[in-house]
Nanobody, 124 residues
Framework: QVQLVESGGGLVQAGGSLRLSCAIS????????VGWFRQVPGKERDFVAR????????YYADSVKGRFTISRDNAKNTVYLQMNSLKPDDTAVYYC?????????????????WGQGTQVTVSS
């Protein structure tokens, strides 16, 4: 069906940058919404950003506005998350996810497909 694979995580110092990639395969997207979420062990999975596949409209959590940028390459079926000015509080496993109807909001339950996650660690 649909597979999503995250990559690009790693260890950076506070103030540094990383770019995460989400490669999507198995089915092309038409009206899908793709989002990024993050989770710390023992805590709930939180919304970070999302992008509409066709229109390209974006939405961000307040905690990352002005620092993170979500984008997509339709031809490559890839979504990116450029993370700048990273803070220790950004440390988490980052997941990409897709909603098949393209109407997803920030709720985890609205997304149908999930990647395996990639670790981002920001040291102080």
């Amino acid at each position: 069906q649909v597979q999503l694979v995250e990559s690009g995580g790693g260890l950076v110092q506070a103030g540094g940058s990383l770019r995460l990639s989400c490669a999507i395969s198995g089915r092309t997207f038409s009206s899908y919404t793709v989002g990024w979420f993050r989770q710390v062990p023992g805590k709930e999975r939180d919304f970070v950003a999302r992008i509409s596949w066709i229109g390209g409209s974006t939405y961000y959590a307040d905690s990352v506005k002005g620092r993170f940028t979500i984008s997509r390459d339709n031809a490559k079926n890839t979504v990116y998350l450029q993370m700048n000015s990273l803070k220790p509080d950004d440390t988490a496993v980052y997941y990409c996810a897709a909603n098949k109807l393209g109407v997803a909001g920030p709720q985890v339950s609205l997304y149908d497909y999930w990647g395996q996650g990639t670790q981002v660690t920001v040291s102080s």
